[in-house]
């Protein structure tokens, strides 16, 4: 026996002896970055199998949020695509109304870069609300379009057109109201407006972007869809099975 120092308490988490190592965020750093840095050290240390490091408190929320996101985005996209499907009595033209989602996601991002905000929850819950915003646009002009074709047995190009001809007005409103809704959240300033500021800024630059968009490429993604649909021999429009 000798003399020596020991610690006077030994935590566990589990079965397992744990020692806790917290650390600040530098000014201007996000926590995902921190925890980037964080997984490179611990590579780099090599650390024997009988040691391992984990995240705990806020950076596990915030790697759990991260490992939930493809499948909360995936479980939206098939609801959308089964409600849809059965609407409109078509596997086909869902995916032209769901065409419209990549552009509102690519339009969040590039606002949250331009205004150096972090890619957070709030962020994410921006663009899942992005997918119902942004898919009234083809809604509006398919829904219309696949009215004239199967009761006035109008073509495909002629009803397209005359779908965007005469559902630009209600688009163009409904974008300008949701975007009126983001602009206090994006701008907005007092206790709390950190959280919410994310959410406005993925909201204005989804709607932004999209509907510059959309406009455009609905109508080349419907004709294109068409005319697959006809080469696969699809099936018979109302009209003319009846």
Same mark, same amino acid.
């Given at each position: 026996?000798?003399? *020596?120092?020991?610690? @006077?308490?030994?935590?566990?988490? /589990?079965?397992?002896?744990?020692?806790?190592?917290?650390?600040?965020?530098?000014? /201007?750093?996000?926590?995902?970055?921190?925890? $980037?840095? #964080?997984?490179?050290? =611990?590579?780099?240390?090599?650390?024997?199998?009988?040691?391992?490091?984990?995240?705990? /408190?806020?950076?596990?929320?915030?790697?759990? &949020?991260?490992? $939930?996101? !493809?499948?909360?985005? %995936?479980?939206?996209?098939?609801?959308?695509?089964?409600?849809?499907?059965?609407?409109?009595?078509?596997? #086909?033209? +869902?995916?032209?109304?769901? &065409?419209?989602? +990549? &552009?509102?996601?690519?339009?969040?991002?590039?606002? @949250?870069?331009?205004?150096?905000?972090?890619?957070?929850? #709030?962020? %994410?819950? *921006?663009?899942?609300?992005?997918?119902?915003?942004?898919?009234?646009?083809?809604?509006?002009?398919?829904?219309?379009?696949?009215?004239?074709?199967? =009761?006035?047995? =109008?073509?495909?190009?002629?009803?397209?057109?005359?779908?965007? %001809?005469?559902?630009?007005? !209600?688009?163009?409103?409904?974008?300008?109201?949701?975007?009126?809704?983001?602009?206090?959240?994006?701008?907005?300033?007092?206790?709390?407006?950190?959280?919410?500021?994310?959410? *406005?800024?993925?909201?204005?630059?989804?709607?932004?972007?999209?509907?510059?968009?959309?406009?455009?490429?609905?109508?080349?993604?419907?004709?294109?869809?068409?005319?697959m649909a006809k080469r696969m021999g699809g099936? =018979?429009?109302?009209?003319?099975? &009846?």
């Amino acid at each position: 026996m000798h003399p *020596g120092t020991a610690p @006077l308490v030994v935590n566990h988490q /589990g079965q397992f002896p744990v020692v806790t190592a917290s650390f600040n965020l530098a000014p /201007g750093a996000s926590l995902g970055d921190a925890v $980037n840095a #964080i997984d490179k050290v =611990k590579e780099e240390l090599q650390m024997p199998a009988s040691l391992q490091a984990t995240f705990q /408190g806020t950076a596990a929320a915030f790697l759990s &949020s991260l490992s $939930n996101e !493809p499948i909360l985005i %995936l479980a939206a996209l098939v609801t959308v695509y089964i409600v849809l499907g059965v609407l409109y009595e078509s596997y #086909i033209h +869902p995916i032209t109304i769901l &065409s419209t989602l +990549p &552009s509102a996601g690519v339009g969040a991002l590039l606002a @949250l870069m331009i205004c150096k905000t972090d890619f957070s929850v #709030i962020a %994410l819950i *921006g663009i899942v609300l992005l997918i119902g915003i942004v898919e009234k646009n083809a809604i509006m002009m398919i829904d219309f379009a696949l009215e004239a074709e199967r =009761k006035e047995g =109008k073509p495909a190009p002629e009803a397209i057109y005359q779908a965007c %001809l005469l559902r630009f007005r !209600p688009i163009l409103m409904t974008t300008l109201a949701a975007m009126g809704g983001g602009i206090p959240l994006a701008l907005g300033t007092g206790t709390g407006s950190e959280l919410r500021r994310p959410l *406005g800024i993925a909201i204005i630059g989804g709607l932004i972007f999209s509907q510059l968009l959309t406009l455009y490429t609905t109508p080349v993604i419907y004709l294109a869809f068409d005319r697959m649909a006809k080469r696969m021999g699809g099936s =018979k429009r109302p009209a003319e099975a &009846s």
